[in-house]
């Protein structure tokens, strides 16, 4: 029998790849993008997975990749860009999964913000910027207040997220919003002020479990730079239980059921704000921090899922395993990869740090204010995530990566 998988976050394939042959289920990558899992690949032994190429934006012809694949039963769609696509072939293919509605919901930040604040779960409503030339600080003050956010409805890794204090900030979203490729829409609301964390959780049949918190250091404003993440955060246990019935609410009146979520929140000082929900694992090395952290492969519930079976996960006992933290490595500016510099050193440092890398040499580094701009992680472990994260970004701190300006 065989799992087929949509393409997949940069890193996760490989404990997929061990949850689906523990299961006794062949898997099969259909993807667009091998080299982005050229690391992931080659820590597996062959045959553990197929790769089937295929373009993954022509949806006829992942029609046909699927009908093709011998005793298909399920397929796993954990990503954002894939994931209608994937909702909507699994349910015409009569495989488990989640409603398409839901995630086309889910995958519209808008409708999301919109639909919580209806329900009461969002103080405030979103705005519609239709025409960002005209947007102007009134009508943003009028609308949602300053400091403002305009956003993709669509977006993901922090891309076509723009602060607004002041007109200097507004002249500078008319200016990069003009020649931005949108997912979506854009649309405005307030500025939530408070550290950033992200829930990691999974659902099945309405019922969800809270796998942990990760933190999210963030660069400077007016930036939305993910920097740093660390897994679990040991928030206060009345902060914990609050976010917990917060998270399932919300879940509930978005109709989210059987499926992991990664879902985005600020701690501000009136408690936990939504920012978004995201319906997979987390990205970057999230999955992987969790895998090590809770001492089990979190990967075996995307197998369960797929196959249309209560996930063990949502019993199993978790935790007894190290912290782990990992710092995203950007280049000082944009340009073409030219190298990486003091991963020899990288070894000398506590908490067994690994570098991930994410982007291959030669590779053209267009921005750096964004997720689309790290060319690797750096990730350490420590009895606690605030450990965890100073070994990280200390042993970071060894590494340079150096551009040159694109030809």
């Given at each position: 029998?065989t799992?087929?998988?949509?393409?997949?976050?940069s890193?996760?394939?490989?404990?997929?790849?061990?949850?689906a042959?523990?299961?006794?289920e062949?898997?099969?990558?259909?993807?667009?993008?091998?080299?982005?899992?050229?690391?992931?690949?080659?820590?597996?032994?062959?045959?553990s997975?197929?790769?089937?190429p295929?373009?993954?934006?022509?949806?006829?012809?992942?029609?046909?990749?699927?009908?093709?694949?011998?005793?298909?039963?399920?397929?796993?769609?954990?990503?954002?860009?894939?994931?209608?696509t994937?909702?909507?072939?699994?349910?015409?293919?009569?495989?488990p999964?989640i409603?398409?509605a839901?995630?086309?919901?889910v995958?519209?930040k808008?409708?999301?913000?919109?639909?919580?604040?209806?329900?009461?779960?969002?103080?405030?409503?979103?705005?519609?910027?239709?025409?960002?030339?005209?947007?102007?600080?009134?009508?943003?003050?009028a609308?949602?207040?300053?400091?403002?956010?305009?956003?993709?409805?669509?977006?993901?890794?922090?891309?076509?997220?723009?602060?607004?204090?002041?007109?200097?900030d507004?002249?500078r979203?008319?200016?990069?919003?003009?020649?931005?490729?949108?997912?979506?829409?854009?649309?405005?609301?307030p500025?939530?002020?408070?550290?950033?964390?992200s829930?990691?959780?999974?659902?099945?049949?309405?019922?969800?479990?809270?796998?942990?918190?990760?933190?999210?250091?963030?660069?400077?404003?007016?930036?939305?730079?993910?920097d740093?993440?660390?897994?679990?955060?040991?928030?206060?246990?009345?902060?914990?239980?609050?976010i917990?019935?917060?998270?399932?609410?919300?879940?509930t009146v978005?109709?989210?059921?059987?499926?992991f979520?990664?879902?985005?929140?600020?701690?501000?000082?009136?408690?936990?704000?939504?920012?978004?929900v995201?319906?997979?694992?987390?990205g970057?090395?999230?999955?992987?921090?969790?895998?090590?952290?809770?001492?089990?492969n979190?990967?075996?519930?995307?197998?369960d899922?797929?196959?249309?079976?209560?996930p063990?996960?949502?019993?199993?006992?978790?935790?007894?395993g190290?912290a782990?933290?990992?710092?995203?490595?950007?280049?000082?500016?944009?340009?073409?990869?030219?190298?990486?510099?003091?991963?020899?050193?990288?070894v000398?440092?506590?908490g067994r740090p690994e570098?991930y890398?994410?982007?291959?040499?030669?590779?053209d580094?267009a921005?750096?204010t964004?997720?689309?701009?790290?060319?690797?992680?750096?990730?350490a472990?420590?009895?606690?995530?605030?450990?965890?994260?100073?070994r990280a970004?200390?042993?970071?701190?060894?590494?340079r990566?150096?551009?040159?300006?694109?030809?």
């Amino acid at each position: 029998m065989t799992i087929a998988c949509l393409e997949m976050l940069s890193f996760g394939l490989a404990h997929l790849a061990r949850a689906a042959g523990d299961a006794g289920e062949r898997l099969v990558l259909l993807t667009g993008t091998e080299p982005l899992y050229l690391h992931e690949l080659a820590t597996l032994s062959p045959g553990s997975i197929e790769v089937v190429p295929v373009d993954t934006n022509d949806r006829q012809a992942v029609a046909a990749a699927l009908n093709a694949v011998k005793d298909l039963r399920g397929l796993i769609s954990s990503t954002d860009t894939w994931g209608v696509t994937g909702a909507e072939l699994a349910t015409e293919f009569g495989l488990p999964g989640i409603d398409p509605a839901v995630i086309r919901l889910v995958r519209d930040k808008s409708q999301v913000r919109d639909l919580l604040h209806r329900k009461g779960l969002s103080p405030f409503a979103p705005s519609l910027v239709d025409d960002v030339a005209a947007l102007d600080l009134d009508r943003l003050a009028a609308t949602v207040g300053l400091p403002a956010v305009v956003k993709d409805t669509a977006g993901t890794s922090s891309r076509n997220v723009w602060l607004v204090r002041d007109a200097e900030d507004l002249s500078r979203l008319r200016r990069e919003a003009a020649g931005a490729t949108l997912f979506g829409r854009l649309f405005a609301e307030p500025f939530l002020a408070g550290p950033v964390y992200s829930a990691e959780t999974v659902t099945w049949a309405g019922h969800t479990r809270l796998l942990g918190l990760s933190s999210r250091l963030m660069s400077p404003q007016p930036w939305f730079r993910e920097d740093v993440t660390a897994f679990p955060v040991a928030l206060p246990p009345d902060d914990v239980r609050q976010i917990e019935k917060w998270l399932g609410d919300v879940l509930t009146v978005l109709g989210y059921t059987d499926r992991f979520a990664h879902i985005e929140l600020a701690m501000t000082a009136d408690g936990p704000r939504l920012i978004e929900v995201n319906p997979r694992i987390g990205g970057a090395l999230v999955g992987e921090s969790m895998c090590r952290a809770l001492k089990i492969n979190v990967y075996e519930g995307l197998v369960d899922l797929a196959l249309g079976r209560r996930p063990r996960l949502l019993d199993a006992p978790l935790g007894g395993g190290p912290a782990v933290a990992f710092v995203l490595a950007y280049p000082d500016r944009a340009g073409e990869l030219v190298a990486v510099h003091g991963l020899d050193h990288v070894v000398r440092y506590p908490g067994r740090p690994e570098w991930y890398p994410t982007k291959a040499i030669g590779t053209d580094i267009a921005h750096v204010t964004d997720g689309s701009g790290y060319a690797g992680i750096l990730l350490a472990e420590g009895p606690t995530a605030e450990i965890a994260t100073h070994r990280a970004v200390a042993a970071a701190g060894a590494l340079r990566i150096e551009t040159r300006p694109a030809c």
